[in-house]
C-alpha cells in the first residue's frame, strides 16, 4: 500500500504538471524520506527546477553520475552517443580519448567504467560544469575551449574525440522547456543562428589531433545531420551519419583516413 507521504507527493507533481508524477514521487521518497529535505526538496520540484538537479544525480548508462545545481542534465539520447564512442574503442589497447564539452562528464565516465586502460580528459569551457565533472571522473576534467587545454604531446594521437556540443539554434533558445531555459547554462545549449558554430570549429580542428584512422563523435538533431556531416568533410573527414529510432538520437562520425 501506498504511504501517505508518498501519496501527497504525487498529488503536489500532479499539480505543478509533472507527467511523470508517480515516478517522480517515488525517487523524491526514496531518497529523502528519512531526512527534513523532502518538504525542500519537492518545493524546488515543484518551482521547476529539474528532477536530476533536486536529486543530485542522473542514472547513466548504469552509472549514477552526480549533478550540481545549473549543470547541464544529461539526456539519455546521448547515451548513444557514448555507446557509439565506447564500441570504436573495443579491442585497442590503452586507447586515448578526448570528451569535448563534457557537462557533467557523463560521457567521459560511461567511457571509464567501460573501456579498460583508457587515457582521457574531459574538457568545458564552464568551470561549474568543469567542477561537477571532476566530481564525477576526478582530475581528468578540465577546463578550457575545445582542444586549447590538451597536452601538446596528444596532438595526432587521439583515437576517439567525442562531443556532445550545444546545437540548439539560438532562435530556438527560447522555445526551450523553462527546466532546461531556466535551469542549465546558456553556454551548453545555445549552438549560434544555425547551431552548429561550436560544431564548426570543432571539425575544422578535429583532424590535427586525431591518430590515423581516428573517429570524431558529435551528437546532433536530425536536421543538423547532413549539414553538420558536410563540416566534417570539408575538415578531411570520411563522414557517416549514425541514427537510434528508440532513443530519438543522431550522431555523425567522422573517420580520419589512415593515409
Not at 587545454?149 to 522555445?175: F, H, K, Q
Request: charged share 20%; glycine share 10%; net charge negative.
Amino acid at each position: 500500500m501506498a504511504s501517505t507521504e508518498y501519496l501527497a507527493v504525487v498529488s503536489a507533481l500532479r499539480a505543478a504538471g509533472c507527467v511523470f508524477a508517480e515516478d517522480e514521487a517515488g525517487l523524491l521518497v526514496e531518497q529523502f524520506h528519512d531526512s527534513a529535505a523532502l518538504p525542500d526538496a519537492l518545493r524546488r520540484r515543484v518551482a521547476g527546477e529539474p528532477l536530476e538537479h533536486v536529486l543530485g544525480w542522473v542514472a547513466f548508462r548504469g552509472l549514477r553520475v552526480l549533478l550540481d545545481p545549473g549543470v547541464f542534465v544529461p539526456r539519455r539520447r546521448t547515451e548513444f552517443l557514448a555507446g557509439a564512442a565506447i564500441g570504436l574503442l573495443a579491442g585497442i589497447a590503452r586507447p586515448c580519448v578526448v570528451d569535448l564539452c563534457c557537462g557533467s562528464g557523463a560521457v567521459a565516465a560511461a567511457v571509464l567504467a567501460e573501456v579498460p586502460g583508457v587515457d582521457l580528459w574531459a574538457v568545458d569551457i564552464d568551470p561549474v560544469e568543469v567542477a561537477c565533472a571532476a566530481r564525477n571522473i576526478g582530475s581528468r576534467a578540465v577546463m578550457g575551449d575545445l582542444f586549447e587545454p590538451l597536452p601538446p604531446a596528444v596532438r595526432g594521437r587521439l583515437d576517439v574525440v567525442v562531443a556532445n556540443v550545444p546545437y540548439v539554434p539560438t532562435s530556438a533558445v527560447p522555445m526551450l522547456p523553462s527546466e532546461a531555459r531556466d535551469h542549465e547554462p546558456l553556454v551548453a545549449l545555445d549552438g549560434g543562428a544555425d547551431g552548429l558554430d561550436i560544431a564548426r570549429r570543432l571539425a575544422a580542428q578535429a583532424a590535427q589531433w586525431l591518430r590515423p584512422g581516428g573517429s570524431l563523435l558529435v551528437e546532433t538533431s536530425g536536421a543538423q545531420a547532413a549539414a553538420l556531416a558536410g563540416l566534417f568533410e570539408n575538415g578531411g573527414l570520411a563522414a557517416r551519419v549514425e541514427r537510434c529510432d528508440d532513443l530519438g538520437a543522431t550522431i555523425v562520425i567522422g573517420a580520419r583516413s589512415l593515409a
